[in-house]
């Protein structure tokens, strides 16, 4: 069975594409809330005369922070697509997760044997502190895993309602 094909893959999917789709809308929002306000700060000194403090440097902020929230919308979006696709041609995996450090992971297939095997090494995609903590609380469970492509990985758990990226670490 293709891992798309599980219903927790496609619902873990969706959360994962409404996280970017708020981003998303929360940078567009911001954009649009920095030309009101740079509109309303033009018409305000225009009538009165008078510089509202910070005006234009809270425009600015508006409009910065709200491009960057753009870019990651859009980035994660894309991310979603291209894994939809690729979990559509794979299947989950099963193994153990091990932490090595905050975003370091080994993941350790069934039937693994620690005198012979190597474990899988990964390293989180997401620098968010709020993902990362939620693998941590996934160490030492079972897990199921599946390539993305290249040395791209995704990982979830039962209950963990969306999906982790990762990146295979090589060895040095």
Known sequence: ????????????????????????????????????????VVRIVRDTGIRPPFGGVLVVVLVVCGAAAVV???????RT???TRA?????????????????????EPVGYDELTDEPLRLRLVSTAVWRTRAVEQMADAEITYAPVGGR??????DGAGTVYGAREVRRR
């Not at 990651?72 to 894309?78: C, F, T």
């Open 72 to 78: 990651v919308g859009i980035g994660a979006l894309v």
């Open 152 to 157: 791209e990985w995704l990982l979830t758990a």
């Open 1 to 40: 069975m293709a891992a798309l094909d599980d219903p927790q893959t496609r619902t873990a999917l969706a959360a994962h594409r409404a996280g970017a789709l708020r981003w998303l809308g929360g940078g567009v929002l911001s954009i649009v809330l920095g030309f009101v306000l740079a509109a309303a």
């Open 87 to 107: 979990l559509a041609g794979t299947h989950w995996r099963r193994g153990v997760l091990r932490i090595a450090s905050p975003a370091d992971l080994n993941v």
């Open 81 to 83: 697509v291209r894994w």
